[in-house]
């Protein structure tokens, strides 16, 4: 089993659509949880943090469920600049290290 | 001001070359790290230095080798290189306690003909 796990997609979905990405990971001592965003040829970089509580930051919500190892991101009114891969990663500060999912693709068309 | 910088951006050499990428840092960072995301795109860990001391070492190939002459830089030497080291390798860095936010470099695409 991977470490951590998503469905590769493709998502394709119209420009103002709302679109919801799953993840679920394997160690329940991971400590710390992110969204990053690769863009085609290019390295991966940080979207956001991801808190129990959950938060947000402008169209997009992060939610972690500790209990089912859960992680989710919510993507509202989708513009073409979204289309991106989204890696959901998950961090083990003991070992000083990130697992990251294989990632998410997602094509938002006019 | 690139924050995480590696060169070259493109590699093109013949199987059994040895070849480096080399890696800098200007935040300060004392972790840094070596990535590899094959043709499936995925990012997997192939090593980590703490302040120049190596801390993750995973199942990588002995002809890969990393070097850390201070916190600052992580070079990778691999040696007979093989068809199937094509990938894009990725450099990353940390202040914090690890497991936390990553800085990526623009990562080195390698292609072995």
């Known amino acids: 089993r991977k470490e951590v796990e998503q469905d590769p997609g493709p998502f394709n979905v119209p420009e103002g659509a709302t679109v919801a990405f799953n993840c679920t990971y394997s160690?329940?001592?991971?400590?710390?949880f992110f969204w990053y965003r690769q863009d085609c040829r290019k390295e991966p970089k940080l979207l956001m943090s991801v808190y129990s509580s959950g938060n947000e930051d402008g169209r997009f919500t992060a939610q972690l469920n500790r209990a089912s190892q859960y992680i989710s991101l919510l993507i509202r009114d989708s513009k073409l600049s979204d289309s991106a891969t989204y890696l959901c990663?998950?961090?083990?500060?003991?070992?000083?290290?990130?697992?990251f999912g294989s990632g998410t693709r997602l094509q938002v068309q006019p | 001001d690139t924050a995480v910088s590696q060169t070259p951006k493109y590699l093109v050499t013949q199987m059994g070359n040895d070849k480096s990428i080399k890696c800098e840092q200007n935040?300060?960072?004392?972790?840094m790290y070596w990535y590899k995301q094959d043709s499936k795109k995925f990012l997997k860990i192939m090593f980590s230095y703490n302040n120049k001391e190596l801390i993750i070492n995973e199942t990588v190939p002995n002809r890969f080798s990393p070097k850390s002459p201070d916190k600052a830089h992580l070079n990778l030497h691999i040696n007979s290189l093989e068809l199937g080291d094509s990938a894009v390798y990725f450099c990353a860095s940390t202040g914090e306690d690890g497991g936390r936010r990553q800085f990526f470099g623009p990562g080195t695409r390698l292609t072995v003909l």
């Open positions: 935040l300060g960072h004392d972790t």
């Open positions: 160690n329940s001592a991971s400590q710390s």
């Open positions: 990663v998950v961090g083990d500060t003991g070992r000083r290290a990130l697992t």
